[in-house]
């Protein structure tokens, strides 16, 4: 009973210093700063950008999708300034030369770079590893979009972001966390994104180097990709106990961690915080992973 009274009030104690960290984000200390988005046209990544114009941040955007950028641009003109500066360029992760002109084109149009966000994915089908050809080319394009261009873009934009005493922040997933089936390569590509990016935090606080590093592990929100998946593979139960949350409020959190500087954030913040079960009570976490997915 005593361990379980002082088990309670450090939890309660670690929820009140999260809330009070959180309290302390000013939108205002955005106003003027330079942000590169990755992965704009949709979900999450169209919603960042919304925020960041209303608070007054210069932008520059990506995504595959020429005409869906613009569209995105549009609005952010709508719901911030008329006259900010927000441009667009249109790019394809999955071609790696892609990374440093973004990053050439970022300064070229912005002056600098304060916040490097990376958010875009390589969505995928959900199905079964059987370790066919199929998987093993997936597995590399997966990696090419959602590995190897985030390092990448950070590497090229180092420099910049030093100048400025900037952030990059990486939109993760609980999947990079906690192994997920039917979704192997997309996983593990978010496995490797913490191993590098925890890694490179720690190089930069080694070596003095002025920029934070922000890793999101975010959990199920319901942008139409993820819904349309689960939908499609049989999943659609897991709605009814997992309510999905808000994209806009996903974004949000996104933001807000990457300017207070924060190690890591986690959305929904209980359901992405469960990953420490993962490590704590394996076995627990076991059974409860294997009755989610039992029906499928």
């Known amino acids: 009973m005593r361990w379980l009274s002082i088990a309670g009030a450090v939890l309660a104690a670690y929820v009140s210093w999260c809330w009070l960290t959180s309290s302390r984000f000013d939108p205002g200390s955005l106003k003027g700063k330079r942000v590169v988005l990755t992965g704009a046209s949709a979900g999450i990544g169209e919603q960042t950008a919304y925020h960041y114009a209303r608070m007054g941040a210069k932008l520059l955007i990506t995504a595959r999708r020429d005409y869906r950028l613009q569209e995105v641009i549009d609005k952010c003109r709508e719901v911030g300034d008329k006259d900010g500066e927000y441009y667009y360029v249109a790019a394809d992760m999955g071609n790696i030369t892609s990374s440093e002109l973004l990053i050439e084109e970022a300064v070229k149009k912005l002056g600098g770079i304060d916040y490097l966000v990376l958010n875009h994915i390589l969505p995928h089908a959900l199905g079964v590893w059987t370790g066919s050809e199929s998987n ?99 999943l659609h139960y897991l709605l009814d106990t997992l309510k999905p949350a808000e994209p806009t409020d996903a974004a949000l959190a996104i933001i807000s961690g990457g300017a207070l500087r924060q190690r890591e954030v986690y959305f929904p913040y209980w359901e992405a915080k469960s990953t420490i079960l993962r490590d704590i009570i394996p076995e627990t976490y076991a059974m409860i992973n294997r009755l989610m997915y039992r029906r499928t």
């Open 136 to 234: 093993m080319t997936l597995l590399e394009n997966i990696f090419d979009v959602n590995f190897k261009a985030y390092v990448h873009l950070a590497s090229h934009a180092l420099p910049y972001l030093e100048a400025s005493h900037g952030s990059i922040v990486v939109v993760s997933s609980l999947a990079g966390r906690i192994p997920q089936p039917y979704v192997i390569a997309y996983s593990s590509s978010k496995f490797a994104l913490d191993g590098f990016f925890s890694g490179l935090r720690q190089e930069l606080w080694i070596r003095g180097v002025p920029i934070s590093v922000t890793l999101c592990v975010i959990g199920l929100v319901g942008t139409e990709s993820a819904i349309t998946q689960l939908e499609r593979f049989g």
